[in-house]
């Protein structure tokens, strides 16, 4: 019997699976050939100390997946970094399920924030636009040199840099709060004007 995998926000008690996430980390990026922030067992066991996580495992407690908040300008700007999914969970949805748990996290923990990512992956960029993102130019995102520096152990850093920090291989994507409620709000003005038609040429 197939077991249930549970998505969940991390706590004190997951910190034993830092030294796995993060191996996952650093192999998964070796395999595309593509950098990303290194980040050690300890950082990510501050992250899931803080609250700041987002985990999934098995019933039996096997490691599935995991995401990570990390705040910019002093809440001004918030990226869920990190997500990664073992290999053999991988093409199971579990990654936009993580993807949706992280993104409800922070919009609790900083509801006034922007959200933003860097990525080349296709299967990312899909989920960041069911969830609201719009790609933008990098000079939308945050400026906080911090941020940036983790660009660095990155195998396209020298191409980041040579281009000023204005473009590269990941596609920058966005998620303004504002915009979403605007959005939401035209929605139901849409569907407002539809039933009123729709009562007019049924009378």
């Not at 995998?5 to 050939?33: C, F, L, P, Q, W």
């Not at 936009?96 to 993104?103: A, L, N, R, V």
């Not at 636009?129 to 130019?137: D, F, I, R």
Request: some cysteine; charged content about 25%.
């Amino acid at each position: 019997m197939e077991q249930q995998i549970i998505v969940r926000v991390a706590h004190s008690g997951d910190v034993h699976y830092s030294i796995t996430i993060t191996d996952e980390m650093a192999s998964s990026a070796k395999a595309r050939g593509t950098g990303i922030a290194k980040r050690s067992p300890e950082y990510v066991a501050k992250k899931i100390e803080e609250g700041k996580a987002v985990i999934a495992h098995t019933e039996d407690g096997t490691w599935v997946g995991f995401c990570y908040i990390e705040a910019w300008q002093h809440g001004q700007f918030v990226a869920n970094s990190g997500l990664i999914v073992s290999p053999a969970f991988r093409k199971s949805g579990i990654a936009k399920k993580i993807k949706q748990t992280i993104f409800q996290l922070s919009r609790e923990k900083y509801p006034n924030a922007k959200l933003f990512g860097l990525t080349t992956g296709l299967a990312v960029m899909k989920i960041n636009s069911e969830l609201g993102y719009e790609p933008v130019t990098y000079s939308e995102l945050t400026d906080d040199e911090e941020f940036w520096a983790g660009c660095k152990s990155c195998v396209n850093y020298e191409i980041l840099m040579s281009k000023d920090r204005k473009n590269c291989m990941c596609t920058a994507m966005l998620y303004e709060p504002q915009n979403a409620i605007t959005t939401v709000q035209q929605q139901e003005k849409d569907l407002k004007s539809k039933l009123l038609n729709w009562f007019r040429k049924n009378k």
